[in-house]
């Protein structure tokens, strides 16, 4: 049984910085493609970065480039997403997500995960 657990999230002023970890469990994830997506409300879920755990290629929404970094600790089972510079527009329940399958690939589309967390809130205040 694969669990994706976020935490991270909360309230800060634009401008401002989180960290959000997702810790993995349930399965080895040397074969695994990570990705963080958001959902405003009244909105569809978005892409905001992937990281392929065997070889930590990247992947970024263009609005978060250079704001935001993903990366993995194998040791932990855990992906994080530092933002930076967070902006309103930010503002969003944050997933993480987990395809098993080997590849140097990232995974842009949120329909091709197979598990999900339960998602943390990020609210950015202007």
């Known amino acids: 049984q694969v669990h994706l657990v976020e935490s991270g999230g909360g309230l800060v002023q634009a401008g401002g910085s989180l960290r959000l970890s997702c810790a993995a469990s349930?399965?080895?994830?040397?074969?695994?493609?990570m990705g963080w997506f958001r959902q405003a409300p009244g909105k569809e879920r978005e892409f905001v970065s992937s990281i392929t755990w065997n070889n930590g290629n990247t992947d970024y929404k263009d609005s978060v480039k250079g704001r935001f970094t993903i990366s993995r600790d194998k040791e932990k089972n855990t992906v994080y997403l530092q933002m930076n510079s967070l902006k309103p527009e930010d503002t969003a329940v944050y997933y993480c997500a987990a395809k098993f399958m080997l590849t140097i690939a990232t995974i842009l589309d949120p329909s091709r995960y197979d598990y999900w967390g339960q998602g943390t809130q990020v609210t950015v205040s202007s």
């Open positions: 349930g399965r080895t994830f040397s074969k695994a493609v």
